[in-house]
T-cell receptor, first 115, second 114 residues
């Protein structure tokens, strides 16, 4: 069974440009989460999808970030325009159920560097 | 609110000696706790999880953790470190308030010396 995949693995862009990150969850997993780790800080929650619906986007830093999950399969996270403080590692995770004991399966992350 | 505190940002051990990575949690509910590991340039991999079935949890690669409610701790241990254990380890609590998002500790980097 394929795991969670993310594309690209690395992205280097200039301030003001746009970047789109993609996440493909494990097949059949309705729950998809985005997390981010800014250098030197802990990994923090960004948002949660159940199928195509946003359940919780309380962690999204501002309106420069837009996440979508059309059709309830893969998800994209767009940053427009990118700022220096957006640099970090963006992780995607998926799970079958949404419950307290559920394991989330993580992708390898996208390393974003904004210059 | 739920939170986890990893008490050491870096731990160094010699190969073949025991590993202890410390984690304390704060939770107003009966928590679900996890340990994940991240090897360089890899994703996060689940080592083990506590779900109230047993206080001593065994995970992969010889790791185990003990849930101690009285001490609000969930420390990760391994009897004998291997070079391949060098990685960053994250203690995680699941937030029960709605989406069950993960709340991460700041991570502990484990270095294994030959």
């Amino acid at each position: 069974e394929a795991g969670v995949t993310q594309f690209p693995s690395h992205s280097v862009i200039e301030k003001g440009q746009t970047v789109t990150l993609r996440c493909d969850p494990i097949s059949g997993h309705d729950n998809l989460y985005w997390y981010r780790r800014v250098m030197g800080k802990e990994i923090k929650f960004l948002l949660h999808f159940v199928k195509e619906s946003k359940q919780d986007e309380s962690g999204m830093p501002n309106n420069r970030f837009l996440a979508e999950r059309t059709g309830g399969t893969y998800s994209t996270l767009k940053v427009q325009p990118a700022e220096l403080e957006d640099s970090g590692v963006y992780f995607c995770a998926s799970s079958q159920e949404s419950r307290i004991q559920e394991t989330q399966y993580f992708g390898p992350g996208t390393r974003l560097l904004v210059l | 609110a739920q939170s986890v505190t990893q008490l050491d940002s870096h731990v160094s051990v010699s190969e073949g000696t025991p590993v202890l990575l410390r984690c304390n949690y704060s939770s107003s509910y009966s928590p679900s706790l996890f340990w994940y590991v991240q090897h360089p340039n890899k994703g996060l991999q689940l080592l083990l999880k506590y779900t109230s079935a047993a206080t001593l949890v065994k995970g992969i690669n010889g790791f185990e953790a003990e849930f101690k409610k009285s001490e609000t701790s969930f420390h990760l241990t391994k009897p004998s470190a291997h070079m391949s254990d060098a990685a960053e380890y994250f203690c995680v609590v699941s937030d029960p308030s709605g989406t069950y998002k993960y709340i991460f500790g700041t991570g502990t980097r484990l270095k294994v010396l030959a």
